[in-house]
């Protein structure tokens, strides 16, 4: 290992765990190493030597994170130093890099198990959880008083940067970028429909303990204040790949509202949106659009790579044509 894993060690009282590093995945910012312990306790081991953001940026993830833990929200706890800090600055060989140490979420992701639910469960309990665990989330959030703070939505999100970002060819795209940010400027931004949200809510971003079903949220490396919907929109265009099979458009987008509507029941019996906000789900779906236009984007300039239009051709199509949904099936 090299200097930041061996300090990171030490901080941790980890001089006795195994570490592993874990296989970066396309557009990560971070390195991740797994640390097994003494009687198999496991964490995770997070280094963020990428330098595209800040301690402070650091400091207002953990510590939501740890609120949410204490709280009792079904997430993966953050475990603070030796020297009780949540964000350790490390450097070595000259180069520095931001630490922070998570309790593993116990169980394994959906896709690790080729997407097949426990065995002997109904899938419909799998929608209930993922629902629930949102809700949990969200109306902690609305308590939630924040010492160090993260970005705003449009502090990111705004045309003087997504210019820049989309390529001066992508004309369009741009032009129906610029639309929706107008429709999103007047939506209402209360305490119960705007706060610190997840802002990456997908089954690539928790485990299921296969003996329970219970659900344990990670990385909220991306968290922002924003509309609440937006993480309930992000999970309903997850869903797509529960209804790959039904090859009528009406049909499956029958099926993505029935799974959909599964987990906004259970959403509510954590908290609550105002009556016309889950009326806006096609909007919200357009602002998850965008998202991942701009990562991939993104992607791109971190890589040096020239964007491929088809690589968000799909996204860009439907913004551009006021396609609604995501383009899945007939929504009238």
């Known amino acids: 290992m090299n200097g930041i894993p061996e300090q990171a060690k030490h901080l941790y009282a980890l001089e006795d765990c195994a570490f592993a590093q874990v296989s970066g995945h396309e557009g990560g910012r971070n390195r991740i190493m797994t640390v097994i312990g003494n009687g198999e306790k496991r964490y995770v081991l997070r280094i963020s030597d990428f330098g595209d953001r800040n301690e402070n940026d650091y400091l207002a993830e953990t510590e939501f994170v740890r609120f949410l833990a204490e709280n ?3 997430v993966a706890d953050v475990i603070p130093s030796v020297r009780g800090r949540l964000v350790e600055h490390l450097q070595a060989d000259g180069k520095a890099a931001y630490v922070s140490l998570f309790a593993f979420a116990k169980g394994m992701l959906i896709a690790d198990n080729g997407y097949r639910y426990r065995r002997g469960a109904p899938l419909s309990e799998y929608f209930y959880n993922t629902g629930k665990a949102l809700g949990a989330i969200h109306r902690l959030s ?12 449009f502090d990111k999100y705004n045309m003087e940067y997504l210019n820049r970002l989309i390529p001066d060819e992508y004309g369009e795209l741009k032009k129906a970028v610029a639309r929706r940010l107008d ?44 509309w609440y919907m937006f993480d309930l929109a992000n999970l309903w265009t997850h869903n797509e790949g529960w209804t790959r099979h039904e090859t009528d458009p009406r049909r499956r987008f029958a099926l993505m509202r029935q799974c959909f509507d599964l987990q906004l029941q259970d959403y509510k019996t954590e908290t ?29 300039a971190r890589e040096g790579e020239t964007p491929d239009w088809e690589d968000i051709e799909d996204a860009a199509e439907c913004l551009i044509n006021d396609i609604p949904y995501a383009g899945i099936g007939d929504a009238r």
């Open 142 to 153: 609305k308590a939630y008083a924040p010492v160090h703070r993260r970005p705003d939505y």
């Open 72 to 74: 009792g929200a079904p």
């Open 272 to 300: 609550d949106l105002p009556e016309d906000m889950p009326q806006r789900l096609s909007l919200f779906i357009d602002m998850v659009l965008i998202e991942n236009i701009a990562d991939e984007l993104e992607c791109c």
């Open 183 to 226: 429709a999103f400027r007047a939506l209402p931004r209360d305490k119960d429909s705007y706060g610190l949200v997840h802002f990456d809510f997908s089954d690539g971003n928790w485990h299921i303990d296969m003996e329970t079903g219970a659900i344990t949220v990670f990385d909220f490396d991306n968290c922002m204040n924003c």
